[in-house]
T-cell receptor, first 113, second 113 residues
Framework: ETGVTQTPRHLVMGMTNKKSLKCEQH?????MYWYKQSAKKPLELMFV???????ENNSVPSRFSPECPNSSHLFLHLHTLQPEDSALYLC????????????FGQGTRLTVV | AQSVTQLGSHVSVSEGALVLLRCNYS??????LFWYVQYPNQGLQLLLK??????LVKGINGFEAEFKKSETSFHLTKPSAHMSDAAEYFC???????????FGAGTTVTVRA
């Protein structure tokens, strides 16, 4: 069983659809993150949760809505996305938010049509 | 603020040759430094980390990195490249209260037979 599991692995959605990405970590970590990885661009940190509380939102458009019901689960709700939102969305977790490595899931490849 | 710069977006090596990936960091406080590897359509996997202990850090898959404060560098090396080393490699830094892992732009490694 992998430490951080993301579902689905692939998602194709229309611009008017609503979908959700799910992340679950089995590592007992307290912090969870969403990253966006687009072709030819550096990894972008989107959201940070620490002990279920959102501690960072890096100016992410409101069409992306995160939810963290507990320290083991993280969701990213998607609605009215644009084609430029197509990317690999990576979830990660870490024991703490300071000076520690993050463990990543395998990502969800999102295509917006 | 902390940051890392990876020199060279693409490195091509022959199988059996030395792999050298360059990373320079910027931080006003002692940093924690990391190298990650990403295979196509996968998440990031931690290769190794520097946390202020030994300056020469050994990681998985035969990789190692040396922390050089005087040069603000944390270059990644592997003495003999294998075909399976073809992937994208990311350097990252976390320092002080600015807990966000800051990633470099990545270096793609191709291995020639």
């Amino acid at each position: 069983e992998t430490g951080v599991t993301q579902t689905p692995r692939h998602l194709v959605m229309g611009m008017t659809n609503k979908k959700s990405l799910k992340c679950e970590q089995h590592l007992g970590h307290n912090a969870m993150y969403w990253y966006k990885q687009s072709a030819k661009k550096p990894l972008e940190l989107m959201f940070v949760y620490n002990f279920k509380e959102q501690t960072e939102n890096n100016s992410v458009p409101s069409r992306f809505s995160p939810e963290c019901p507990n320290s083991s689960h993280l969701f990213l709700h998607l609605h009215t996305l644009q084609p430029e939102d197509s990317a690999l969305y990576l979830c990660a977790s870490s024991q703490q938010t300071v000076n520690t490595e993050a463990f990543f899931g395998q990502g969800t490849r999102l295509t917006v049509v | 603020a902390q940051s890392v710069t990876q020199l060279g977006s693409h490195v091509s090596v022959s199988e059996g040759a030395l792999v050298l990936l360059r990373c320079n960091y910027s931080s006003s406080v002692p940093p924690y430094l990391f190298w990650y590897v990403q295979y196509p359509n996968q998440g990031l996997q931690l290769l190794l980390k520097y946390t202020s202990a030994a300056t020469l850090v050994k990681g998985i898959n035969g990789f190692e990195a040396e922390f050089k404060k005087s040069e603000t560098s944390f270059h990644l090396t592997k003495p003999s490249a294998h075909m399976s080393d073809a992937a994208e490699y990311f350097c990252a830094v976390s320092a002080g209260n600015d807990y966000k892992l800051s990633f470099g732009a990545g270096t793609t490694v191709t291995v020639r037979a």
